[in-house]
């Protein structure tokens, strides 16, 4: 019997979730449940024991305990354990672009009792009365339990009173209904590996393109405001700073912009503002040569149209959707006469908006 045991060595969690199985019988009985030991640190089907000659067997369901989680503030977070959390739910974020959203916005994360990230919610404010709001993920141990709802309580308590936008996943749109925001338009996340299209009339824009520098931005952050609807000064400083940006300047007056940076599994173009499709087109096509036969993202509220077609003929095809919502001014509030000239093509991203 004891080189019996000393053969069986359960892999630990494997053994801790059996343990748990074994607390399912009734408490005055004595049930081991064990591996077989299979070569190197391979464990194998449980053997369940037997007791008086009755054969014990595991029940079918198991009841996990309840556990409590605290709130914490983003800040002080590991990214490792950041980026981890957003793996959990395949997100393609990796270390430095969760670091660059909290240090454009703040939130919460629900800690459980070791400290791991469960949940996390963040906001991003512009001014005074309008935030948009991202990175709202619950661990799949935790979702269904009322744990996502709960920490948009708690961002909906530190921005009391402002607009607020969102993109809402699929398996979001139920959460946000409930917390009374508004459907407003489908958001087409295209991706892909890029090729230049040959054909197309972004070749056609009239004006000049160059690369942009520290002397457009206050243009870039006004031609910004007018396609968003909000002006975001500091969030597009920050993503100037980390992005290759192209304008299209017509009589020296900017017209269209397209900024690009690393992001998940290449790089992201966005925000893309224009006053025309062949305008966007144009100013992401020179995006498009930098990056020819890499991966690359554009997150584009153009379902049809020459810039959506453009997108697809460079190999960027609809890889999914998401749902912008609004709670509070609607999307056409923001717009002068309920039209936008310019427009935004292409979102900074679906976290920021
Ligand atoms: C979307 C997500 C954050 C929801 O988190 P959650 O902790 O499961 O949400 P809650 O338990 O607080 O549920 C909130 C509401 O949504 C409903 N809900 C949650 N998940 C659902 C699902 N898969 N199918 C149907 N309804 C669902 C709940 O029943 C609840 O509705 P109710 O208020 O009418 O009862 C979570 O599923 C997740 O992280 N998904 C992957 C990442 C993601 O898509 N994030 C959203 C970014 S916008």
Redesign the pocket.
């Known amino acids: 019997m004891g080189a019996f045991f000393r053969d069986c060595v359960p892999k630990a969690e494997v053994f801790q979730s059996n343990l748990a199985m074994a607390r399912g019988f009734r408490a005055n009985r004595i049930v081991l449940v064990v591996y077989r030991w299979q070569g190197r640190g391979c464990c194998v089907s449980p053997v369940t024991q037997s007791f008086r000659g009755k054969e014990l067997k595991p029940s079918e369901s198991l009841k996990i305990d309840a556990f409590s989680m605290r709130i914490a503030d983003i800040e002080g977070i590991d990214l490792d354990r950041l980026h981890a959390h957003s793996l959990s739910?395949?997100?393609p974020h990796r270390a430095e672009d969760w670091q660059f959203l909290r240090e454009s916005g703040q939130g919460f994360v629900a800690l459980d009792e070791i400290g791991r990230v469960l949940?996390s919610a963040m906001w991003f404010p512009h001014g005074p009365d309008f935030a948009t709001i991202?990175?709202?993920?619950?661990?799949?141990r935790?979702?269904?339990?009322?744990?996502?709802?709960?920490?948009?309580k708690r961002v909906f308590d530190k921005i009391p009173g402002r607009d607020l936008r969102?993109?809402?996943?699929?398996?979001?749109r139920?959460?946000?209904l409930?917390l009374d925001f508004q459907p407003e338009k489908t958001l087409y996340q295209c991706q892909g590996i890029v090729r230049v299209p040959t054909k197309g009339s972004a070749a056609q824009s009239r004006g000049d393109m160059r690369t942009l520098d520290a002397g457009d931005i206050r243009t870039v952050v006004a031609l910004d405001a007018a396609g968003f609807g909000v002006q975001r000064t500091a969030l597009i400083e920050k993503l100037f700073a980390h992005s290759t940006g192209y304008g299209l300047f017509r009589e020296s007056k900017l017209t269209a912009f397209a900024l690009c940076r690393p992001f998940g599994r290449g790089h992201v173009v966005g925000p893309v503002v224009a006053e025309s499709d062949a305008d966007a087109a144009a100013v992401l096509r020179p995006h498009m040569a930098d990056h020819s036969g890499s991966f690359l993202r554009v997150d584009t509220h153009m379902d049809s149209g020459e810039f959506a077609a453009f997108l697809s003929h460079a190999g960027l095809p609809v890889f999914d959707t998401?749902l912008t919502m609004s709670l509070g001014k609607r999307l056409a509030d923001f717009s002068v006469g309920g039209l936008v000239v310019p427009k935004t093509y292409a979102v900074a991203s679906?976290t920021l908006g």
């Open positions: 739910v395949g997100w949940g991202g990175m709202v993920i619950t661990s799949p935790l979702q269904t339990l009322g744990a996502a709802q709960w920490l948009m969102l993109n809402a996943t699929r398996a979001a139920r959460l946000y409930s998401v679906q």
